[in-house]
């Protein structure tokens, strides 16, 4: 059985990083789903990422950041329109893929781009700096399930994971958007909370 931590526990981030730099998974909470989340900088721990959520080798672990200066240990470069999606829509539910730097683990993407963004929730971002800034993060069910909305519904799937941190309820209940922007034209890759009209309208 996993380990169980309530939002308000004051040393709630602090313990999440000492289990993410030992190399294990905790399952977090976020502005749209729960997250499993592991250190994506141990190719192990995303390893055991991967096999905990049976996922394909070959679909890429999107990263959540505490804040934009973070995309710098990540993204080889920042395209102007990733930037202004970015200024328009982070903190919130919108993952744009940039392109990586090489120091970015093949096991996370072995795309030439990542995943990123910035949660709009107090306690995931606390908890993503106290771990260095950015954490490996992947909705917290297995493949192909539904995506929990709370951590008991979390925590039934992996039950070996190290940590639970419960926050209640999240509140925005559907996965995030996921946008591709590299080659200069706006490609939807997952729908979700942010429409296609309101991305074109911040890129104008």
Known sequence: MPGWLRADHLRAPARVSQIISAGGLVII????????????????????????????PDKAIPILISDFDAILRLASEIPDAARRLADAFWPGPLTIA???????????????????????????RAVIRACGGSLAVTSANLSGGDPPLTAQEAAASFPDVNLVLDAGPCPGGVPSTVVDITDGKLRIVREGPISEADLRAALR
């Open 29 to 56: 909470p976020t502005d749209t789903v729960y997250g499993i989340a592991a250190d994506l900088w141990q190719a192990d721990a995303v390893a055991a990422l991967y096999e905990a959520k049976q996922r394909p």
């Open 98 to 124: 940039v392109p990586k730097k090489r120091a970015v683990p093949e096991i996370v993407s072995s795309l030439p781009t990542i995943g990123v963004r910035i949660p709009d929730h107090d306690l995931a």
